[in-house]
């Protein structure tokens, strides 16, 4: 019979160290005994070890210093790299810019949850960039400037939204309801959401726009050994001096508690020159091809190359799993089948899931690819789906603007926000056309100062273009969550186009797509139920 044995959880460092101070446990104790290498060097010696992986443990736990050795050889020697993914850590990240957050949660298989500026009150806390130097007083100056528009857009918005609560409440949620029925919910809403404090989310959430991307905040994040080396290395060649810094903190931070772990460290001439020989062998390209004009109007969300094959592809995994037949063979015969008897076999296959449910694994054959061109503060929230393949461009204020929430509109708000992204701009461009000649106090192996430092004067709202490549399954787990009424306007707005596009190519696999509100409205009506 299967036994299952809890071999260790997370515990926070500061209680460790309590203890050491109370005598109940030592010094070394802490930096040689309690050490998370103790369970990657069992776990490693599982596969040619036949004693019980608890008494592999206990070694370890009684050897620790060879235990270090044998993660060192390996993990390192003989490559079995996922060993050192059983050595998990938790980090404290304070006083760290928006734009420094974007470069750490770009690590796809760690874990983050960071502060909010949709429900914290920002104040003029942010990263003053060591490559601004020179531009000190102008930088201040613009983001005090954004920082007193916040305060004035934040109050003002608050009014206005709870003035106009009917247009900025959940009002789909309401509309078939009759008056009766829709005073009864309100005032439960009011009571069980407390209203008041929602109402002064969605002020904050929209005059965070006008925020600079050297805001501070901070994060909880968890990772495991390998990844933890593998952000150090790709830091150390990162353009920014603050995600530079990041990674040397958080190696010196983790290198006492798990030394055997974090070897290589130093960034190969790939990771330093890789992007900047691209960045040189397509401007020749873009030269010699510069007589092409591209008469496509820019769109906010293009779906590329859609697969017109996509139900197809789904019908013929979902025959596969059912028969075991070859791939080959089941899209013959999904081609064949009449469309009721296609849509009869999605829905056999979905029928009485349910909204918290995952759509089952063949709809990952069916994928999709988009360019969208969205916010800073949508992105920063589209990154939280970190399956997806995000290759996010530069932030192009000349070219793509900023986006300008509905409210700022709605509360005639427009020529202060617009002032304030006028202001943010000019002192971008000053940065980018004189940032050649400025160069960051860095050790002599870190890169010198980057044009990109100029990002952090620019706003949430500004807009870049993101290439995002998806399955139909993550589809539906954005959708879910990013179409439900409760979502944030920005990220609601794409997820709905983005679904919107893919309806079109594959209506079959898209058949109970939608936000977890209408999730049982979507299902009677496939389903042909009384709601």
């Known amino acids: 019979m299967v036994e299952v044995i809890l071999a260790g959880y997370n515990v926070d460092r500061e209680a460790l160290e309590e203890l050491v101070r109370k005598g109940a446990i030592t010094t ?192 909880g994040f968890t990772t495991n050994a390998r990844d933890l080396e593998k952000f150090i290395k790709y830091s150390a060649a990162h353009p920014l001096k603050e995600v530079q810094e990041l990674g040397q903190k958080l190696y010196k931070a983790a290198l006492p508690v798990i030394p055997s772990l974090l070897l290589f460290l130093e960034p190969n001439d790939y990771l330093k020159n890789s992007k900047k020989r691209l960045k040189e062998q397509v401007s020749d390209l873009l030269r010699a091809n510069d007589e092409l004009v591209v008469c496509a109007a820019e769109r906010e969300i293009r779906l590329i190359h859609p697969d017109k094959e996509a139900d197809n592809k789904l019908i013929a995994a979902l025959i596969r799993s059912a028969t075991n037949e070859s791939f080959i063979k089941a899209y013959m015969i999904a081609t064949r089948l009449k469309p009721e008897e296609k849509k009869e076999l999605v829905k056999k296959t979905l029928e009485g899931i349910q909204q918290w449910d995952s759509v089952p694994r063949e709809f990952e054959i069916p994928e999709l690819t988009y360019e969208i061109i969205m916010s800073a503060s949508c992105f920063a929230q589209f990154k939280r789906h970190r399956m997806l393949t995000l290759l996010p461009g530069a932030y192009e204020p000349d070219n793509l603007g900023y986006t300008i929430p509905p409210s700022i509109k709605q509360a005639g708000l427009i020529f202060e926000f617009m002032k304030i992204m006028g202001e943010s701009e000019e002192l971008y461009r000053k940065i980018k056309k004189e940032m050649p000649e400025v160069h960051a106090s860095a050790e002599p192996a870190m890169p010198v100062a980057s044009v990109e430092a100029a990002d952090y004067v620019l706003t949430n709202a500004h807009n870049r273009r993101v290439l995002v490549k998806m399955n139909a399954r993550e589809l539906y787990h954005v959708s879910r969550f990013r179409e439900d009424l409760h979502a944030q306007w920005d990220i609601r707005d794409k997820a709905t186009k983005m679904v919107a596009l893919a309806k079109e190519v594959m209506p079959l696999t898209m058949l109970l797509v939608g936000g977890k509100h209408e999730f049982q409205k979507i299902y009677n009506s496939a389903y042909n139920q009384q709601g």
């Open 28 to 219: 070394d104790d802490l930096n040689n005994f309690l050490t998370p290498e103790t369970i990657s060097a069992a776990y490693a010696r599982i596969s040619r070890d036949p004693a019980p992986v608890t008494e592999l443990r206990k070694i370890s736990r009684n050897e620790v210093e060879k235990a270090r050795k044998s993660n060192q050889s390996i993990v390192f020697k003989m490559g079995h790299h996922s060993v050192a993914e059983h050595a998990v850590l938790n980090f404290d990240i304070l006083r760290i810019s928006r734009l420094a957050t974007e470069a750490l949660e770009a690590q796809r298989l760690c874990s983050y949850t960071e502060k909010s500026q949709r429900y914290i009150t920002l104040n003029n806390d942010y990263v003053m960039p060591d490559e601004l130097i020179k531009f000190e007083d102008d930088f201040k100056k613009a983001v005090e400037l954004q920082t007193k528009a916040y305060k004035e857009v934040y109050a003002i918005l608050k009014v206005y939204v709870q003035d106009n609560k009917n247009l900025f409440y959940l009002a789909e949620d309401i509309i078939n309801l009759d008056e009766e029925q829709q005073a009864r919910k309100f005032e439960r809403e009011v009571r069980e959401k407390k209203m008041a404090e929602l109402l002064d989310e969605w002020a904050k959430e929209d005059a965070r726009y006008v925020m600079s991307l050297a805001t501070q905040g901070q994060l």
